[in-house]
T-cell receptor, first 116, second 118 residues
Framework: DAGVIQSPRHEVTEMGQEVTLRCKPI?????LFWYRQTMMRGLELLIY????????DSGMPEDRFSAKMPNASFSTLKIQPSEPRDSAVYFC??????????????FGDGTRLSIL | AQKVTQAQTEISVVEKEDVTLDCVYE???????LFWYKQPPSGELVFLIR??????QNEISGRYSWNFQKSTSSFNFTITASQVVDSAVYFC???????????????FGKGTLLTVNP
């Protein structure tokens, strides 16, 4: 079975450029999550979608970050304009939510983002 | 606020030794879930186990075992007869009910780097 698929695996770009990270969740999962991992702050939840609708975006750092989920099989996380402090590993995860209970989140391989 | 503490930042063992990774949590929720994830050097996050707060039975899966003790708010992870391939960062996590209403919100510990030497 295919897991969560993220692209690209690595991205190096210059400050001020727009960055788009992509995610395909596991088929049949109705919840999707974007996380950021840094040495200083560890793993942080950025945004949570349920049935393609953003439910909790309280972790999105600032207006430069935006996320969309146009359909059940695709999501993007965009940073515009990018800054060096955005350098991190960005993970996408998906799970099956049934009522108040969420099944375990399964993570993609991550995108290692470096902003020069 | 929820909190997950993994006091061991790094552990180094020799192959075939048993090793226990500690996890202590704090929560005000009565219903919650605990998780362990593995992050090998290649960087991906691999789900290992989920336990709910009402199930304190210990669990064994091959060389892995988990000890959940609600009385001490601990969810420890033991690897028996460790192998070099077990070398990774291991994260303990706790789910809480987020603003969206379900228990989706994971709070991760800082992780324990386990190095198994041949």
């Amino acid at each position: 079975d295919a897991g969560v698929i993220q692209s690209p695996r690595h991205e190096v770009t210059e400050m001020g450029q727009e960055v788009t990270l992509r995610c395909k969740p596991i088929s049949g999962h109705n919840s999707l999550f974007w996380y950021r991992q840094t040495m200083m702050r560890g793993l942080e939840l950025l945004i949570y979608f349920n049935n393609n609708v953003p439910i909790d975006d309280s972790g999105m750092p600032e207006d430069r970050f935006s996320a969309k989920m146009p359909n059940a099989s695709f999501s993007t996380l965009k940073i515009q304009p990018s800054e060096p402090r955005d350098s991190a590993v960005y993970f996408c995860a998906s799970s099956l939510a049934t009522g108040p209970s969420n099944q375990p989140q399964h993570f993609g391989d991550g995108t290692r983002l470096s902003i020069l | 606020a929820q909190k997950v503490t993994q006091a061991q930042t790094e552990i180094s063992v020799v192959e075939k030794e048993d090793v226990t990774l500690d996890c202590v949590y704090e929560t005000r929720d009565t219903t919650y879930y605990l998780f362990w994830y593995k992050q090998p050097p290649s960087g991906e996050l691999v789900f290992l186990i989920r336990r709910n707060s009402f199930d304190e039975q210990n669990e064994i899966s091959g060389r892995y075992s988990w000890n959940f003790q609600k009385s001490t708010s601990s969810f420890n992870f033991t690897i028996t007869a460790s192998q070099v391939v077990d070398s990774a960062v291991y994260f303990c996590a706790l789910s809480e009910q987020g603003s969206g209403g379900s228990n989706y919100k994971l709070t991760f510990g800082k992780g324990t780097l386990l190095t198994v030497n041949p």
